[in-house]
């Protein structure tokens, strides 16, 4: 159905056979006596020139570049449709085969897992596998088998390396992060982040049903195990950092106005004895009543950035005044301990807010956790400005016999806290680590290196977590790598770490004995260069910080957030005019911004640009106007200039919200959704009972058309404001800023704090839950309300505005607002202000990602049963369906187009599904993805998105990775000089290509001579060869 070998060199043009019939038997003699197929395949194994050599069974979709250190190619397109940033955070993308020859990194941006020889103490790139969406992590099962866990996907690649192809795919729960193998029998856990959960799946089965172990904490990530296998340590990513928030506001009866309070009821209380510092400006009004963070000391007291003690309360006898209840607790927990014989859990509590990676530290057998660490609870711009955050190593005994040490990584840095804030010089913060995504320990445990992605180095400690300089450079402070490292992978018998630096797409050699860099190897990279560029000015620490260390990604953690209150108001600021869009014109009561501001909740940047204005309370027209944060907040010399604003929009604008996990396949709403974690709050039943199942689509009903309709502030199918505006006689879109901002409407708060406020887009609160009133313990200090008070879902659309009737009223709309991400929601009007047009969605179909292995032969029969659903959805148009694996021996790439037919990477190839599926043999297996409308083909069949399929250009000299080698003019199998003839000029250059040599403009030798493609030049294509010339 699709030959792999049809017209081999049939289109070539014959020598004279005079000439032939002289040359034929010299020809012969000299390639017989010059090729030892066995001892060259072998000796050039080794020879990091030999780009053609090749696993056997697999032909590569990247051969491995001659000059390694040059920059990845990019691809022609960067068309949004065609590339999809989720901007996935890394966990463990680096990992080493046990037999220490290969070594395995996973390429996010291109769905696939990159695997490099590192037998000689480099990487050499042999190959890459198509996985699953968006891969995280990787692990080496055996030498032979690697699970790459697939963030979107929601996926785990089981992959055989000896065929470079994927045998299985495991199904996870929503958004998997990690996986390791341990126990005795040995089990695979994997870290299913936003369900708070691990799976512990049977690696020899995996298909049967895994065991679910809940885990009592938020977004469970990164993983390691214990020497002896029998505990495994999963790190808490949005762990908390043992602060919540008090209520405050307008009503007399609320804590933090109460005279039995610290400060006699004075709202906002002084954050220096009883002094503001700064002090406040005299010209302005007396700013707002406001909410206030608190903090859990040691012993137990919950205190203010003032000492001021408000346990009384939180979890003391006026614990209702909260709406909390007496004992009341929040939860730390940072590292969950999972016994792998009986699956109980403990866990390691107080060691930081984001832990990002975790290790153990050999002989001595301590947990080490390196992550972030945010001030919140300390109020006031100028205060915080440049200092707002700690980068830490924690060092904890698993036995719990003693008490975890948490060290500052930046022992360089005192946190003077001068006001004005005096940044460090330059050479001082390029000291700095931040942003610390991954970290090893050496085997004798003496020595760690940590990657920081905001600060492109990797840092080295001593045992005790003391910085160490590299040994080749005692003057440097760390090693400086590619931008973003997020991978360390060490192999010490070489000698040599290997670091993944995820934005500028390469593999970082290191030498151990020197702790100097060998070489950068990049591989192929399709992100678009709207990302490339801007990405830096989000996560780069170095360059926009005034102490080296932190970023705008401190706070807003992978384009998303901390799941923090700040309070970042200034006391001695100025009062800002109101200038934008008031409630749409229907009411004039809004208010000039005062510059003590209170609480407000850290928002995500997913999909902000358009959505204008910014912040809570409207207060910034565009994200041109943050740019003074990068001095006032992070405490840089200067600024962006504009054209690097624009950077930053512009790799804004790209990053879209993922699928949503609590929609059906079909991206509807569900009607029998289940609510674990979600209680009643008292006002129908007893509070703290579970809410029964939603239905979602009930709840929509209720959100547009109930008693009070939410559609009039929070417009489908983002949940914010619209642009519209009544000016009295007509409705017209208000009119855009200067550089294209959108003036969507603001409107006046009076639930408990009379501030300005955007009404928030809704498409995360999913991934916010965790604070309840009802319960005793809670995961998160933080609810849904702008300063974090409010509580659970459940409480917020329990309020009297939104009229609802009864218990399952409010399981409706819960059900509702978890699914509100997916758009495919009814749209508003550009007349009807009561259900307002607003702003589209950069969002996911809910089915993206979704796979199925299948293999041919006798199980296409019983596999085949899962495809047609897929192919039912991608006949909408809706998502794309692309599928790649090994047929007939070779990597292959195919797209499903609407209607039932199958497009090959071969321009020229396509079939029914029923026909393809038919010529499959047992041995060929695919892996079907949904994917986003419009990005199928460059994941399907053409990779660098340049218009020439995959496999048409590894047969005519092409590179399917690299948008700048092209077949132009189409290339004669074996004319290896050009000149439109397969001859005996041809022969010299395939004489060098067989004995390890190269090509020159632009040619291969695997592509001009590798003729039965098995990934060498050898005695068989010299067949061939001969046959042509004949």
Known sequence: MFPEFAGVGSSATAVPRSSRDRLRPLLVVIVVASINAAAWAQSTALDPHARFTINHTAQPQTPPRTDRTAPP????????????????????????????????????????????????????????????????????????EAWVVNHISDTVSIVRLSAMNVVETVPTLDEPADVVFAGHPQRAFIACSQANTILAV??????????????????????????????????????????????????????????????????????????????????????????????????????????????????????????????????????????????????????????MAVAIRPVAGLVTVIGTDATNHVRFEPVLRGRFLRVNLAIADPTGKDAPA????????????????????????????????????????????????????????????????????????????????????????????????????????????????????????????????????????????????????????????DRLAWDLGNPAGEMRTFDQNCAMGLMDNCVDWHPMKGPLLTQTLQDIIGKEPFHWRGDRNGIEEFNGAFVSLQGDDAMLTPQEMQKLEDFLATVAFPPNPFRAFDNSLRANLPLPGHYETGMFGNAGDPLPNGNAQSGLDTFMHGGFQCTFCHTLPTGTSSDLFFDGTTVQQFATGPNGERHNALIVDDGSETVMLKP?????????????????????????????????????????????????????????????????????SSDDLTQPLGPTSRDTHAA????????????????????????????????????????????????????????SDRAAESASVND??????????????IVPTGSQDRIGIDRDDDGFFDTDELEQCGDPADADVIPDPPLLKGDANRDGIVDIRDFEPFHRCAHGGALSGGLTCRCTFDFNRDGRVDLPDFAVYQTIID
């Open 406 to 561: 948490i060290l500052d990584l930046n022992q360089h840095l005192t946190y003077s806290n001068d006001i004005p804030f005096v940044p460090i010089p330059q050479p001082d913060r390029d000291r700095s680590i931040g942003d610390p995504r991954a970290i090893v320990w050496a085997p004798t445990g003496l020595r760690a290196y940590i990657a920081g992605m905001g600060s492109n180095n990797v840092a080295i400690i001593n045992a005790s977590g003391v910085r160490q300089s590299p040994i080749g450079d005692p003057s440097a402070a760390a090693i400086e790598v590619g931008a973003g490292p997020t991978g360390l992978a060490l192999d010490s018998d070489r000698g040599r770490l290997y670091v993944l630096n995820r934005f500028s797409a390469a593999v970082t050699v290191i030498a151990t004995s020197t702790e100097v860099v060998l070489e950068t190897v990049p591989f192929f990279d399709p992100t678009p260069p709207a990302v490339k560029t801007g990405r830096k000015h989000l996560y780069d620490t170095h360059k926009n910080s005034g102490l080296g260390h932190i970023a705008c990604a401190s706070c807003h953690v992978d384009a998303r957030t």
């Open 760 to 828: 928030p887009q809704l498409r995360n609160l999913y991934e916010r839950v965790g604070f309840d009133y009802t319960q005793l313990r809670s995961r998160t200090g933080f609810g849904f309300l702008h300063n974090g008070v409010g509580g659970s879902l459940a409480r917020l659309v329990s309020s009297p505005v939104f009229e609802v009737h009864s218990t399952q009223d409010v399981a409706d709309l819960v059900a509702f607002l978890l699914s509100f991400s997916g758009s495919d929601l009814p749209v508003g």
């Open 916 to 929: 393809f599926v038919g010529s499959l043999t047992a041995e060929d297996r695919l892996t079907f993805t």
């Open 73 to 144: 190619p990019t691809p022609a397109g960067d068309s949004p449709s065609s590339f999809v940033n989720w901007e996935s955070p890394h966990v463990h993308p680096l990992d080493i085969t046990p037999d220490r020859r290969r070594l395995l990194a996973v390429n996010t941006a291109d769905n696939r897992l990159e695997v490099f020889d590192i037998t000689t103490g480099t990487a050499i790139p042999i190959g890459s596998i198509p996985v699953g969406l968006d891969p995280v992590s990787v692990r080496a099962r055996t030498d032979d």
């Open 848 to 903: 993206v990602g979704r796979q199925l292995t299948f293999a041919g032969g006798a199980a296409s029969a019983a596999g085949f049963g899962g495809l047609p659903e897929m192919f039912n959805l991608a006949d909408t148009g809706r998502v794309g369906l692309a599928a790649r694996g090994v047929v007939a021996g070779l990597s292959r790439g195919y797209v499903y187009r609407p209607g039932g037919s199958l497009q």
């Open 202 to 355: 049977n690696p020899n089965d995996p298909s049967a049903q895994a065991i679910t172990i809940p885990i009592d904490a938020e977004k469970p990530r990164a993983m390691t195990v214990s020497a002896d296998g029998n505990e495994i340590y999963v790190a808490i990513f949005e762990s908390g950092n043992a602060t919540t928030i008090l209520p405050g506001g307008d009503f007399e009866t609320l804590p933090v106005n109460l005279a039995d309070g610290p400060y006699g009821g004075q709202n906002p209380p002084p954050n220096v004895g009883s002094e503001f510092s700064p002090p406040q400006n005299p010209l302005n009004p007396p700013p707002p009543k406001s909410s206030l963070i608190v903090k859990r000391r040691f012993d137990g007291r919950w205190t203010d950035d003032n000492a001021g003690d408000w346990s009384t309360f939180i979890d003391g006898a006026l614990a209702h005044l909260s709406l909390r209840q007496p004992g009341w607790q929040l939860l730390d927990h940072d590292v969950a301990v999972i016994n792998t014989a009986t699956l109980d859990v403990d866990y390691i509590d107080g060691l930081m807010n984001i832990c």
